[in-house]
């Protein structure tokens, strides 16, 4: 797991206490999508577990939950128990859908997070823009 994606998780974890959700699915339009939860006390196997997954679409939920989904499911938003970071997805220009006013590279993306008051404290490239967060 490399140290900035490590921060990234610690950061969601917070102070809090509860479970981390990691969804997951091979399907590009996530058929199928199944989704794991680890413990804020099990930050080093939710790691693994994203490893293990890097072939697939990957997404993890930025609150912990109060309690852990049935058969896959991640819940509603009334199990999420705490926010310790909020995120934001910048997509990048795609010439398919061209009337939706996106950045036109990655570079120009950062530019305009560079223009916040308030900068990220960490960018993750996402495979289709970029991913901004702020660590409460």
């Known amino acids: ?10 950061a969601a974890v917070g102070s809090g206490s509860g479970y981390l959700t990691l969804s997951h699915s091979k ?11 680890f413990h804020s006390s099990q930050i080093e ?10 072939d697939e679409q ?19 938003n009334n199990a999420v128990s705490c926010i310790s970071l909020i ?4 997509d990048i220009f795609d010439a398919s859908k061209p009337k939706k006013m996106l950045p036109k590279t990655y570079e120009e993306a950062i530019e305009l997070l560079k ?7 960490c960018i993750v490239d996402s495979g289709g823009g970029l991913h901004a967060y702020w660590y409460l």
């Open 1 to 10: 797991m490399n140290q900035p994606f490590g921060n990234l998780i610690k």
């Open 87 to 90: 995120g934001m997805d910048i």
């Open 27 to 37: 399907h590009p339009k996530l058929k199928g999508l199944k989704t794991e939860f």
């Open 115 to 121: 223009g916040f008051s308030l900068v990220p404290s």
């Open 45 to 54: 196997d939710f790691e693994k577990a994203v490893d293990q997954y890097k």
């Open 58 to 76: 990957v997404y993890f939920g930025l609150g912990l939950r109060n309690e852990v989904g049935i058969d896959g499911e991640r819940g509603g």
